[in-house]
């Protein structure tokens, strides 16, 4: 069986890759991660005996480790998902985003492009390179629009997107100029179990449940086009396996929702699953909007799917619903991850933002 290195493998995605990956016997996994806020090794708890799986606690810039897992364990693909991620904080932080997906993407490329050029020909040949990249590199869509396309030109709007959008053109010139053979892929929205709940699905399911206000940023009219992680999971495998070196593929879920539907949808099947005397639709808060707030992501995803057959299997219906009973029925993951570090953040991003009116006027850029 092929060894892969996964970067980033616990956090949200990467740790449902990971798990993914060694249920169906995909490889063996290397497992790097720096284990910043948003990485979590209780969610890799169910692989603590599996002799298959490595976990190994580290950054992705730190060449002379990520040179020595490469040839230790003499990896065949690499999946990098280490990444800061959440566009909040890029706002009032940038700098690590810098740090991580620029800088740390730049020392891993060197890394690997060094490896496999010294590989044998046929190992040269099957070794991949596949970098997980966002939707939010497009930019905005106005409502009208068409959806991204990969020759949707780029226009990233935070830092988030921006460090992200650094990191996509990195890979791009590692496979122009030496043939390190790439992968990019740019998906919207996830969500799923093994979120952390500083992002929109897991705060609401969580707020709602516990009675806490609903933050909804502006109108709630922004709009997202929603994939159930394990569909995104298994896009990767595909392009992992079957798509073509120096390709980039769009991913998404052909789900586009405003937020406030989403979080409506939330209070509803809580209301339903949980019976209380008052709806949960009565915590929404509309709260200060997101500075720079792109307003909609659309994925037009028909190359994966015409080239490489990739389907989602969930719809938003059916994925909301298992989401939800994925969180009531792991508390315990969700108290081991709001740390004292996760509670700092909820104050410092949402002390200032206060309750608006009901219906704020709101700008969109
Ligand atoms: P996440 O924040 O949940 O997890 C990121 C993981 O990377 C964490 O485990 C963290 O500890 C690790 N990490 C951070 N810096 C590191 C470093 N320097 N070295 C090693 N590990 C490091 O993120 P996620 O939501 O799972 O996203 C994973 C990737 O997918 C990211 O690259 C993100 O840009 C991309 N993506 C996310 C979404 C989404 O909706 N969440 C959609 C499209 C693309
Ligand atoms: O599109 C892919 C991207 O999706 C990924 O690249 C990012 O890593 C991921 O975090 C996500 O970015 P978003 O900014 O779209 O996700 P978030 O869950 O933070 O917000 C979703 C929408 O909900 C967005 O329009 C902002 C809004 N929102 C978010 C939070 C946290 C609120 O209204 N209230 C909130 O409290």
Redesign the pocket.
């Known amino acids: 069986m092929e060894t892969w290195l996964v970067?980033?493998?616990?956090?949200?995605?990467?740790?449902?890759f990971v798990l993914l990956a060694r249920q169906k016997q995909w490889a063996n996994i290397v497992n790097?991660?720096?284990?910043?806020?948003?990485?979590?090794l209780q969610t890799l708890q169910s692989l603590r005996h599996d002799r298959g799986h490595h976990f190994i606690q580290?950054?992705?810039?730190?060449r002379e480790l990520v040179k020595y897992i490469l040839e230790q364990f003499a990896v065949t693909k690499i999946i990098?998902?280490?990444?800061?991620?959440?566009v909040d904080r890029s706002i009032l932080a940038p700098d690590?985003f810098i740090?991580?997906?620029i800088v740390?993407t730049f020392h891993l490329l060197e890394v690997a492009k060094n490896y496999w050029q010294h590989l044998p020909p046929p190992a040269q040949a099957n070794f991949r390179f596949l970098h997980?990249?966002?939707?939010?590199v497009y930019g905005s869509l106005s409502l009208t629009d068409p959806p991204f396309t990969e020759t949707t030109p780029y226009a990233p709007n935070s830092p988030?997107s921006a460090s992200?959008a650094a990191a996509d053109h990195l890979v791009r010139s590692f496979h122009h100029t030496y043939q390190l053979p790439t992968l990019t892929?740019?998906?919207?929205?996830?969500?799923g179990p093994y979120?952390?709940p500083e992002?929109l699905i897991p705060l609401t399911i969580l707020n709602a449940y516990e009675n806490k206000p609903i933050p909804v940023y502006g109108k709630g009219e922004n709009i997202r086009d929603w994939?159930y992680v394990t569909d995104?999971c298994t896009a990767l495998y595909q392009v992992l396996t079957q798509g073509t070196p120096g390709e980039t593929y769009n991913?998404g879920g052909e789900s586009e929702k405003p937020n406030l539907e989403v979080v409506t949808t939330i209070c509803s099947i809580l209301d339903e699953i949980a019976p209380q005397a008052t709806p949960r639709q009565s915590l929404i808060t509309f709260v200060k909007d997101r500075p720079g707030h792109d307003l909609r992501y659309a994925i037009n995803c028909n190359k994966i799917k015409t080239q490489l057959g990739w389907q989602p299997q969930e719809n938003f219906t059916s994925g909301i619903r298992k989401t939800i009973e994925w969180y009531l029925h792991n508390l315990d993951w969700v108290n081991s991850v709001r740390s004292g570090a996760y509670r700092q953040w909820l104050q410092q991003n949402y002390g200032d933002r206060g309750a608006s009116e009901p219906r704020p006027t709101q700008k969109h850029l």
């Open positions: 970067t980033g493998g616990a956090g949200f995605i990467g740790a449902n790097l991660d720096k284990l910043t806020y948003a990485g979590n580290g950054d992705i810039g730190n990098n998902f280490a990444a800061e991620s959440h690590s740090q991580t997906n740390g997980v990249s966002t939707d939010e988030y992200k892929t740019n998906c919207s929205n996830n969500y979120q952390f992002k994939l995104h991913i």
